[in-house]
Structure formats: structure tokens, C-alpha cells
């Protein structure tokens, strides 16, 4: 079981997903430089981190996305493996073509870093497994470009296949507007791909791991141990070690 | 004609002559400009190095002093603390967006040059009234700045303060501070270790941007300052980004003598700095540096201050794999020139030696000046206030004043997470980091009330420090070490350099009997518009230690029925207040006095107390006295309190007086007697004040307001000024 952390130049989470994975999960882990021709087959899950790839110039997730290294992510996904995008790793999936929609600028035109409520609209996925349909939870938001778009028709496939994962929502788990800190479209935070094994959302759950640290909650755990809950099924890790 | 060139950089007749005696001849051109942007107040500190000194610098934390281009403490474990703060303030009153950004970028590579990883950021920022649409623009731009900067590097932006006054309305201040972390074993310093080492430079190109900022930073802001656009820098967090964690690659395979970075003054800075700790000379060709402009002059090169650019020494033999580890980063390192046994800074373009000066005259034997410093004489008034009428309206109002109110709308652009080490992030007095790979915490604050010390430079100075180490008592820190900046106007006037003097007084005398020797720092000179200065204003940025980071307390009222006991006394002193300031419209008076003992006595004993393992909650009181110390307790839980104001001083001093040495405690009702005991029996005056619990902050018969009203009032006062 071996989690794989890409590299860009201007990732700037990649170093808190290796702490999450490796230092609070005891799982190996290593980060894959964007620059290296790798086989990615011993790797098990791969995670697009967050920050700045490229410095965001042309678009966040632009010019990663036609990094080599990424086709053979995409080779990785098309076998089956799961691929977690987390924020700035969400727009490289989007460019990449591997989620459906784009994202614009915050509606407020800010960078909008705080704690937010997030429901649970799919709890069986790799992802959420081990969260529950409508349950509510929470995880830090950083990000400027976090403004999901996605066409009427996109949408309602989207909802018919149940690929809308997570949306922002109020304490009480209302999908209202309030709640939609950056404008995406019908509050969405993350989706995921028609197989169900590559996942994009823009909250931090690498950040919502030990009550120390974040918003004192642990709910980010949640992710990663559905993930490994996968391998414990199919019998690759040993069952007493998913958290 | 000569008198006119030395104008352009900033000399003086006297200082010309001095290079002439230093030289033995002329200067050229080239040569002339050196000396313009070393001499500069901004580089040599010609003003102030005389007072500087009388500051405490020395103590067993200390790992490394003023002079490189970061401080560093021991925080145990084999680790150190790196500090620094600096200003931006002439360029971000021209240029708010790349002044700020340029700012913190300069200050995050004094850290990493050190060898140590920044794991925050902080930024201290003056402004004038929020009411004038040119102070919302030149706001708003500097947030976006600093947060566009910091946000793309993965360095968070974890505290700071923002402070409103008219007395910044030309001249705001932009100070921003960076904390790392380093092996204690593994800092570098931006020395190199013997002749014929090789100089790099690596990073950005060398640009036409940022020529002479250091001698623009020197002087008055004046109308045509505009003009100077040009003096700017533009920065590039991405490249920056690279630069970071290239550098600290090569620390960790140990492949440098030193590293320096190219701030102020650009290559000129550099070069001759790094040779003067060196006691070497150095050779730089220009004709080797990479350039992003065409047919730039070698003065154009020696002060171009283009961001993002770093001086690096290989170790001998090591050249091959530095270029190797930056080419992986995607980053340009041309070989400029190197050391040599000399003593001078050779400029070469090929084979044309185009200037040669003396190390040490650039360096060592700039000019220093004593400058005449004269008080007003003025004696500040004590100021009575009379009782407001309705003392809940009032109490309401307050809450608004941007100088009170929740800094929400400028922390929540600033990624302040990013990192995982953020225990308690913006929004409360101090910040409380992890230190990765220990257990222990790293608290950390920056504080400086311009308007005390614009009344009393003395007092001020000592409040900027005991402030700073109360909000690190706050999170249940000893207060560690300090980094400071210093913002004053023109040092050529004399009741100006009596400002400056005073408040380094007051500093030094805090300093050292708090035991937190300044390491680090920076003097901002000229902070004058139409021959108005701002307010003398110092700011501190102070780092102090808690031993188990688990200990840590949460601010506010978290539960019900705790015992809430206000320690330390109120007097009438109401001079300087921010209630004086906002509902009043005054800022004057004799403001809050501090006796150094008591001061001590309170902090000893709160820290006693934490330690002793008695309290759930510190809150320092400070602006606002004890009503907003009451009021932000409530804000952390939505909790509210019942309280009796016990004093004999009529209620609105009570509530608002800003009087030092106190701090709001919380315990369980079980151990309220204990507390009580142990501070009676230190002598420090105490009361027990009443009670957390409801939905409202409640003083009996003086006012009661639900909880959420006052949170809505006081979260949003600032964006209902400026836009969500």
C-alpha cells in the first residue's frame, strides 16, 4: 500500500499530504517529482497536492496539466487506480479532461481561506466511504479559484450519475447561498469521474487531520481512511493499520 | 554639475570628500552610485547604528545576532528560531500591490538564505482613516499583495496587526516578518570562506526595475513621488517558490559556504557585504550576469534591485552539482565572479575593470551620524473623560472602530493554514505555531501603538515591548527573543531623533528585563509627506516558547460557570485611548504609564499560574481595555458572561481605560480560591470579576448586550467599509 504524492514546481501542499499519509497514517508514501520518468505501478493512490503549480500562470492547473508525467497519471487512472485531486490537484484533473468543468475566480474576487461545512451528497465512492449520505462536516478552504462551472447539461448528468460528491452547505446542512463561499454552481466542492476511481475537490482534507491543528476536528481523516478501505478489501493491507 | 549628481544619489558635499579621502582620488560614475545606495540610510543605518547599540542583543537563546540577514535563537531540540522583520513603505505608498508582495518576498528569503524553512509569516500595517476612499484603495491593494505573495509560496500568514490613524494618511506603513525553523547544526550564513571561492548569482534575471529603491526608501515622499514608480520592484512568488526550496536542497546536501540574498541595492548590497563579513575582497564581471533587459549599463546591473535573486558560493569543488540542483528547479545560475584576498569590490565588464573601491568603505566606514535630538518639552495632560450618556451605545460603537474590530476581512485572504503547524492562527493577539518534530509551540506577535509613542516616545517604547511579550503570555509562551522595526520620520530633524532616541530607550530597558534580546531588525528613516512625519512607531515582532504544545489554551470562554478574574489595576487613564480616538475624535494625552515591576511581577505570575496548570484562559488587556477583553472572550464559543465592575473609577474608565499589566484570567470554580491565593500571595491585585455563561455580555447596571449582536457588529464592521 503506497500513496504517491506528485510534484510540481509551485506545489506548496504536497509536503502536508506526505505528513498526513506518511507521519499521521504510518503509511509508506513518497513524492513523485514532476520531472522524473517513473513508473507510477508501485504506487497505489496517487495525490495531486495543492498550492501553485507553474505559479497559476495562464490558469491554475494549465501548464501541469501537459506535464509528461501526467499521461502516465492518466494511464494510472485508466487502469483503475485512484487519483485524489486535492485544490490546485482539482484543476489539474480539470484540465487534464479527467473531471468535467473549469473554475473561475472566487465571486467575491478573493482568496477566501477559513473553515467550511461541507455536506456529503455521495458516501459510496473510494473517497467517502466512510462518511454517511447528508452528513455534515468540516474543512478548511485556500483558494482564489474555486468558482466550479459546469453547463445545464453537464450538470444534470452529473447529478443523475450521482458524481457530485460534495457541496457547501450551512451547520445545519442546508444547501443554501450563504454558504456558497466562492459561487460554484449548485454549491458543488467536489466531483468525481463516470469509474469512481478519480476524485477532484477543492477543501483541504490533508489539513483536517489531527485536532491540533485546523478546525479541530479530524474530519479529513475520513477520505483517506475510505481510500484504504479499499485495499483492506481487496486484501492488500492488513486490517488493524487504515488510521 | 557635481553638486547635481550628487543630489540624483543621494550624497552629500561632506560625504563626497570622504570618498575622495577613501579612494585617494575621484570617484567615476559607477563608483559614485556604489557609494550612493551603500551610503544610504536604508543600507547603513548612518543615523541610527550609534542608538541601535544600546539595544540588548545578547543572551544564552542567542545563535545569531544582528548583522546577517536573520537573528536565531535556540529553541531546544537542536533547533533554532530565524527572525526577521522589515518595512516596505515608501513602495507600497506608490505601488501598494507589488510594494507589499516585494516585501514579503524580501523578508521570506532573509530566512531561507539562513538555511531555515519559513513556517509563517506576519504583517504589521499603519494606515489612515478608512473613511477616505484613496486609504480603502491603498488597503485594499496591500492585502492582496501580501496574500497573493504568500498565499503562492506555502508560507502561511498567520497574525499581525492593522492600525487606522490620520497620521498615516501619506504614509502608510507595510512591515512584514518571517519565522523558521533550521537545524541548529545546519544555519548558513552569507559569509564566504576563503579567497577564489565562486560567486553565483541565481534566480530572476537582472532587470531595469528597482534601481536606487534603497536611496528612494531614504528620503521624503513628495508629491512627484509617483515619478519614482520606476524605484518599484516586481515580484514573482512562483520564482520565489523555486529559489526556496532549491536553497534549502542545497543546505541539505551541504553544498554552500553562504548564500546572501539580493535585497536592497541589489548586487552592490550583496557583493559587498558578503566580502566585508568575509574579510575578503571580491571580483564581479557584469558581463556574466544573466540580464532580462538589452544593453544595461554595469551601473544599471551593480543596483538593479530586481526580485528573486540570490548570491550563492559554492563549496569549492561543489559548482557542478549547485548548477545541477537549481537547473532541476528550473532556475539560471551564471558564475558572476568570485572571492579573492584582496580588499576591494572590482566591477569588471570582460576584461574593462569599470570600478574598484575598498570593501570596508563601502561597508565599515560609511558615514555615521550623531544626530541633535530636542523634546518638544511638551508635558502630556492627564485627560478626564466625562461619563457617556449611554454607556451601551457607546460600548456598541466602540466595537466598529476598525482599530477594534475583527480583521476577518484581511486574514481570511491570507492563506494562514497552509503548512499544518497553524494551532491558532490570526484573529487573537498572538499566534501559536507547532514546531514540526518537536513537541514544543512557537508563539508569535507583532505590536507597536504609534499613538502612545507619538505622546510619550518613552512609555511607548516600553508598552511596544511588554504588549508583545503580554500576547505571547497569552498563549501560555515565555517570551523568547525580538525582531524589530523601526518607523520614524526624517532623522535630520531634531525632535524626530528625540522620538527615535526615547523609544529605543523605553525598548532597551523592556528588552532587557524581559530577557528577549533583539536579534534582528530594521530602521525605516523619512516616513514624512510635506514635511509631516507619522507617528514614531515602533514595532516589535516577538517569538517566545511553550514547552508542550497539548497545553496550549483556547481563547475564550469555552464553557459555562468559569471564574472570571481581572488581574492588575485600572487608573483613570484615559490619554491616548482608542475610546479618546474613536468617540471622541482626540488623540492626546498622557497615555497609559507602566510600571516595569508590577509589569513583570503580573507576567511572572500569570505564566506561574499556567504552568501550575490553575487557568483555562489569559487574555491580555490592551486597546480597548477591559470591555473589549470581555467582549472578545465571548466571540471565540458565542458564550456570554456575567460580571461586576467592582472598582471605585466610574464605570466607562473601568470598562475602557487602557491601563498595562492586566490580563483577564478564567478557572473552574474549584480552583478560583487557589487562584485567588496564589496571586494575593505575590501581592498582585486581583478581583474576581463574575462569571462565564448565557447568551449575553452582562455588567450589572451598566450594560447587557446578547452575544451575537456584538459579534455581528464587531466581525463585519470592517467589511461594511470596504466591500465584501
Known amino acids: 500500500m503506497k500513496f504517491g504524492i506528485v510534484v510540481f514546481p509551485g506545489s506548496n501542499c504536497d509536503r502536508d499530504c506526505f505528513w498526513a499519509t506518511s507521519n499521521i497514517l504510518g503509511h509508506p508514501s513518497e513524492f513523485i517529482w514532476h520531472g522524473d520518468d517513473r513508473d507510477l505501478s508501485s504506487f497505489d493512490i496517487l495525490i495531486l497536492p495543492g498550492g501553485f503549480s507553474y505559479g497559476d500562470y495562464l490558469r491554475p492547473g494549465a501548464i501541469a496539466a501537459l506535464s509528461p508525467l501526467m499521461e502516465r497519471v492518466r494511464g494510472f487512472a485508466g487502469s483503475g487506480g485512484l487519483v485524489l485531486g486535492i485544490c490546485n490537484g482539482f484543476h489539474v484533473l480539470l484540465e487534464m479532461g479527467l473531471l468535467p468543468g473549469a473554475m473561475l475566480p472566487n465571486r467575491n474576487l478573493k482568496f477566501i481561506c477559513r473553515d467550511v461545512n461541507i455536506r456529503v451528497e455521495n458516501a459510496s465512492t473510494p473517497f467517502t466511504s466512510k462518511l454517511a449520505e447528508g452528513q455534515v462536516i468540516s474543512l478548511p478552504i485556500a483558494h482564489g479559484l474555486g468558482n466550479y462551472y459546469l453547463d445545464q447539461q453537464e450538470l444534470k448528468v452529473l447529478n443523475r450519475e450521482k458524481r457530485i460528491v460534495l457541496r457547501y452547505c450551512d451547520e445545519e446542512g442546508n444547501i443554501v447561498d450563504e454558504a456558497n463561499h466562492n459561487g460554484s454552481v449548485e454549491n458543488i466542492a467536489g466531483v468525481i469521474n463516470p469509474a469512481g476511481n478519480v476524485f477532484g475537490l477543492m477543501p483541504h482534507p490533508e489539513r483536517a487531520m489531527e485536532a491540533l491543528v485546523g478546525p479541530q476536528r479530524e474530519d479529513g481523516r475520513a477520505f483517506f481512511a475510505s481510500m484504504l478501505d479499499v485495499f483492506k478489501e481487496r486484501g492488500v493491507l492488513d486490517a488493524g493499520k487504515e488510521t | 554639475m557635481l553638486e547635481k549628481k550628487l543630489k540624483a544619489l543621494g550624497l552629500t558635499g561632506g560625504e563626497y570628500d570622504t570618498i575622495c579621502s577613501y579612494l585617494g582620488r575621484e570617484p567615476n560614475e559607477l563608483e559614485m552610485a556604489l557609494f550612493g545606495v551603500m551610503w544610504s540610510e536604508h543600507c547603513s543605518y548612518k ?103 504568500g498565499n503562492c509560496i506555502g508560507v502561511p500568514t498567520v497574525g499581525g496587526e492593522v492600525f487606522f490613524s490620520t497620521s498615516y494618511r501619506e504614509n502608510p506603513l507595510v512591515n512584514a516578518m518571517c519565522v523558521g525553523i533550521a537545524r541548529k547544526d545546519m544555519l548558513v550564513r552569507a559569509r564566504a570562506q576563503r579567497g577564489e571561492s565562486t560567486v553565483m548569482v541565481v534566480g530572476a534575471r537582472t532587470g531595469r526595475d528597482g534601481i536606487q529603491g534603497a536611496s528612494f526608501a531614504s528620503c521624503e515622499l513628495t508629491q ?134 575598498p570593501v570596508d568603505s563601502l561597508v565599515d566606514k560609511a558615514p555615521r551620524y550623531t544626530r541633535s535630538a530636542q523634546g518638544t518639552g511638551k508635558k502630556q495632560e492627564q485627560i478626564k473623560v466625562a461619563e457617556p450618556g449611554d454607556i451601551g451605545e457607546v460600548f456598541r460603537k466602540i466595537l466598529a472602530s476598525p482599530n477594534l474590530a475583527s480583521k476577518r476581512w484581511v486574514y481570511e485572504q491570507y492563506d494562514h493554514m497552509v503548512g499544518v503547524n497553524t494551532v491558532w492562527g490570526p484573529g487573537i493577539g498572538a499566534a501559536l505555531l507547532r514546531v514540526p518534530g518537536t513537541k514544543r509551540g512557537l508563539a508569535m506577535t507583532t505590536d507597536g501603538n504609534g499613538r502612545y509613542c507619538f505622546l ?53 530597558l523592556a528588552c532587557q528585563k524581559l530577557n528577549t534580546p533583539i536579534v534582528s531588525g530594521n530602521v525605516s528613516f523619512y516616513n514624512e509627506t510635506g514635511g509631516q512625519a507619522i507617528f514614531p512607531t515602533p514595532v516589535v515582532g516577538m517569538i517566545g516558547l511553550l514547552e508542550d504544545i497539548n497545553q496550549h489554551l483556547v ?170
Open chain 2, 224 to 357: 512627484n513621488s509617483s515619478d519614482d514608480r520606476p524605484a518599484v520592484q516586481v515580484g514573482d512568488p512562483f520564482m520565489e517558490k523555486l529559489l526556496l526550496e532549491a536553497c534549502l536542497e542545497l543546505r541539505e546536501k551541504d553544498l554552500v559556504e553562504g548564500v546572501q540574498d539580493l535585497g536592497a541595492a541589489g548586487l552592490t548590497s550583496a557583493a559587498s557585504e558578503v566580502a566585508s563579513r568575509s574579510g575578503l575582497g571580491m571580483e564581479i564581471d557584469v558581463e556574466k550576469v544573466p540580464l532580462r533587459d538589452e544593453n544595461m549599463s554595469a551601473m544599471e546591473i551593480m543596483l538593479s534591485e530586481s526580485q528573486e535573486r540570490m548570491l550563492v558560493i559554492p563549496r569549492e569543488g561543489c559548482e557542478v552539482e549547485v548548477v545541477e540542483t537549481f537547473l532541476r528547479w528550473g532556475l539560471d545560475a551564471a558564475v558572476i565572479g568570485q572571492t579573492t584576498e584582496g580588499s576591494d569590490l572590482i566591477v569588471r565588464e570582460g576584461k574593462t575593470i569599470k570600478g574598484q573601491v
Open chain 2, 47 to 149: 543615523s541610527s547604528r550609534d542608538q541601535l547599540k544600546k539595544l540588548p542583543q545578547d543572551g544564552p537563546q542567542v545563535v545569531q545576532g544582528p548583522g546577517e540577514n536573520a537573528g536565531a535563537v535556540d529553541i531546544g531540540d537542536g533547533y533554532v528560531a530565524v527572525l526577521k522583520i522589515e518595512s516596505h513603505n515608501h513602495p507600497s505608498a506608490i505601488e501598494p500591490y507589488q510594494g507589499a508582495a516585494t516585501g514579503v518576498g524580501g523578508i521570506v528569503r532573509d530566512i531561507f538564505t539562513m538555511g531555515a524553512r519559513p513556517i509563517a509569516i506576519l504583517n504589521s500595517l499603519r494606515f489612515g482613516s478608512l473613511e477616505e476612499k484613496k486609504t480603502r484603495q491603498l488597503f485594499t491593494r496591500v492585502v492582496k499583495g501580501i496574500g497573493d505573495y
Open chain 2, 555 to 724: 481563547p475564550g470562554f469555552q464553557e459555562e460557570n468559569l471564574a472570571i478574574i481581572l488581574l492588575g489595576e485600572t487608573f483613570d487613564e484615559m490619554g491616548g485611548s482608542e475610546y479618546l480616538a474613536f468617540i471622541e475624535g482626540r488623540e492626546e494625552g498622557k497615555p497609559p504609564q507602566v510600571d516595569i515591576a508590577r509589569e513583570m511581577a503580573a507576567q511572572e505570575a500569570v505564566m506561574e499560574a499556567f504552568e501550575l496548570g490553575m487557568l483555562e484562559n489569559i487574555q491580555d488587556l490592551s486597546e480597548g481595555g477591559l470591555a473589549l477583553a470581555l467582549a472578545e472572550m465571548t466571540f471565540t464559543a458565542g458564550m456570554g458572561a456575567q460580571v461586576e465592575l467592582t472598582g471605585k473609577l466610574p464605570p466607562h474608565v473601568q470598562l475602557f481605560s487602557e491601563s498595562q499589566s492586566r490580563f483577564l484570567l478564567t478557572c473552574s470554580e474549584g480552583n478560583l480560591k487557589q487562584v485567588m491565593d496564589f496571586l494575593r500571595e505575590k501581592d498582585i491585585p486581583t478581583q474576581h470579576l463574575g462569571w462565564s455563561g448565557g447568551d449575553s455580555l452582562r455588567i450589572k447596571g451598566v450594560l447587557d448586550v446578547p452575544v451575537k449582536e456584538m459579534e455581528t457588529i464587531w466581525t463585519n464592521a470592517m467589511a461594511n467599509q470596504l466591500g465584501y
Open chain 2, 456 to 508: 510619550d516616545p518613552y512609555v511607548g517604547g516600553i508598552i511596544a515591548v511588554m504588549e508583545a511579550a503580554r500576547n505571547l503570555v497569552s498563549m501560555g509562551a515565555r517570551p523568547l527573543a525580538v525582531t524589530d522595526c523601526l518607523n520614524f520620520g526624517s532623522p535630520e530633524k531634531p525632535h524626530i531623533y528625540w522620538q527615535f532616541k526615547e523609544v529605543l530607550r523605553g525598548m532597551a
